[in-house]
């Protein structure tokens, strides 16, 4: 599985959108982006996954870039309860899924 | 709504205690996982099991084992509790891949603090 490379933490005001980069450069073509998030004291979450388009849910989007090294996701109004780790895994088994230490994100008033 | 349980929210052992986490989960998942989480590690994958009585081992397997005797639970063993397994313990369950793009999302449980003194 390829391996992540995500900032250790970001601060995001309220309201705003929050972009989190993730590295992913030694991708292969049949691997995916998924990311999950930590709120504190609680188990990840899963938020979205993609491989090659771009994918909106209620939660987010993912925006990946066209060489596939890249990716972004995106928060578009950020709120307090959006403060947690989020990790960012690239992968072909889908059974299996490797996190690393993720970003942590900071949401202010 | 799935739910994934763990037998306690926190836990406190002695050294060479022989320690059993509980896991349950009710939505019929065929795979289920242990990992823990430590500081500046993130999560790391112990044990997966994707059937009953199956196992495989994860990243870092030394020190545990586990059990998995009906669907819905997945036992994490310490046969011998040390110091350096204090650490928070995690386990989620997903539905099997499908073969192609589907993909089953793991659901995770509160976590089990294990503090071995």
């Known amino acids: 599985d390829a391996k992540t490379t995500q900032p250790p933490s970001m601060d995001c005001a309220e309201g705003r959108a929050a972009n989190l980069p993730c590295n992913h450069s030694t991708i292969s073509g049949n691997e995916y982006v998924y990311w999950y998030r930590q709120i504190h004291s609680q188990g990840p979450q899963y938020i979205i996954h993609?491989?090659?388009n771009n994918e909106t849910n209620e939660m987010a989007s993912l925006i990946i870039t066209e060489d596939r090294k890249s990716s972004t996701l995106i928060l578009p109004h950020a709120t307090l309860r959006d403060t947690a780790v989020y990790y960012c895994?690239?992968?072909?088994?889908?059974?299996?899924?490797?996190f690393g230490t993720g970003t942590r994100l900071q949401v202010f008033p | 709504d799935v739910k994934v349980t763990q037998s306690s929210r926190y836990l406190v052992k002695r050294t060479g205690e022989k320690v059993f986490l509980e896991c349950v989960q009710d939505m019929d998942h065929e795979n289920m996982f242990w990992y823990r989480q430590d500081p500046g590690l993130g999560l790391r994958l112990i044990y997966f099991?994707?059937?009953?009585?199956?196992?495989e081992k994860g990243d870092i397997p030394e020190g545990y084992s586990v059990s998995r005797e009906k669907k819905e639970r997945f036992s994490l063993i310490l046969e011998s509790a040390s110091t350096n397994q204090t650490s928070m313990y995690l386990c989620?369950?997903?539905?099997?891949?499908?073969?192609?793009?589907?993909?089953?999302?793991?659901?995770f449980g509160p976590g089990t603090r294990l503090t071995v003194l």
């Open positions: 993609g491989l090659k």
């Open positions: 895994i690239a992968g072909y088994n889908t059974d299996k899924l490797i």
């Open positions: 989620a369950s997903s539905l099997r891949s499908v073969t192609g793009s589907l993909y089953n999302e793991q659901f």
């Open positions: 099991s994707y059937d009953v009585k199956m196992k």
